[in-house]
């Protein structure tokens, strides 16, 4: 079993940045993917970004795409999503999740774990 727990959302206005942060427990935490999904009001969950359990792959959503970074600190069990350059689309609340296997994917069925979520609103 894994416990996530996320961190760091909140309100900025468009433009700014946000951290956020996912401390993980249960598991060796360095031996599956982790990853960050969203999901608006009256939305789907849709995904964000994931890194590998080597950190050597990273992959992200095109909405993000060169604005959002995926990172993980295995030894303090913790992933982060830097948002940089946030738009007022980007408001939602933000799941961090870990997955059974090395990589991930960009599903919501390819995650086995989830966090409570972290709400980010954007304003205009």
């Known amino acids: 079993q894994v416990q996530l727990v996320e961190s760091g959302g909140g309100l900025v206005q468009a433009g700014g940045s946000l951290r956020l942060s996912c401390a993980a427990s249960?598991?060796?935490?360095?031996?599956?993917?982790m990853g960050w999904f969203r999901q608006a009001p009256g939305k789907e969950r849709e995904f964000v970004a994931r890194?590998?359990?080597?950190?050597?792959?990273?992959f992200y959503a095109d909405s993000v795409k060169g604005r959002f970074t995926i990172s993980r600190d295995n030894a303090k069990n913790t992933v982060y999503l830097q948002m940089n350059s946030l738009k007022p689309e980007d408001t939602a609340v933000y799941y961090c999740?870990?997955?059974?296997?090395?990589?991930?994917?960009?599903?919501?069925?390819?995650?086995?774990?989830w966090g409570q979520g972290t709400q980010v609103t954007v304003s205009s």
């Open positions: 999740a870990a997955a059974t296997n090395l990589y991930g994917g960009n599903r919501y069925g390819d995650w086995a774990y």
């Open positions: 890194v590998t359990w080597s950190t050597i792959r990273t």
């Open positions: 249960g598991r060796t935490f360095s031996s599956y993917a």
